[in-house]
């Protein structure tokens, strides 16, 4: 069974930062093998994407609202993807979700951006900003 546990959220005002964390484990689980993403709910509205890291770790993507101010990185000897978030604003407030595929999926160079592409998540963190 492969677990993902994100920490990291919190309140935190306009302009501020947070870096979350995803740590992620499991008996059959490669994570340097897998590519992993971000992902955000706000209440009320649809689960959006936030930021992807390539099996490799070389290539990413961010959504464009959240583009020039989130960065993606993985770090494969922890098991560990982050999310570094800066200027944060009111928008960002939302519960965020860390995602895993299974190993050896797709391409190694490659980000998934779609949500049905990954079969493991995480809780969710809080991440509240105030105005």
């Known amino acids: 069974q492969v677990q993902l546990v994100e920490s990291g959220g919190g309140l935190v005002q306009a302009g501020g930062s947070l870096r979350l964390s995803c740590a992620a484990s499991?008996?059959?689980?490669?994570?340097?093998?897998?590519?992993m993403a971000w992902f955000r709910q706000a209440p009320g509205k649809d689960r959006e994407f936030v930021a992807a890291i390539s099996r490799s770790g070389v290539n990413t993507a961010t959504a464009d609202s959240v583009k020039g101010r989130f960065t993606i990185s993985r770090d494969n000897a922890k098991n560990t993807v982050y999310l570094q978030m800066n200027s944060l604003k009111p928008e960002d407030t939302a519960v965020y979700y860390c995602?895993?595929?299974?190993?050896?999926?797709?391409?190694?160079?490659?980000?998934?951006?779609?949500?049905?592409?990954?079969?493991?998540w995480g809780q969710g963190t809080q991440v509240t900003v105030s105005s």
């Open positions: 995602a895993a595929n299974e190993p050896n999926y797709g391409n190694y160079y490659v980000t998934y951006t779609q949500a049905h592409r990954y079969t493991y």
């Open positions: 499991g008996r059959t689980f490669t994570f340097n093998n897998s590519p």
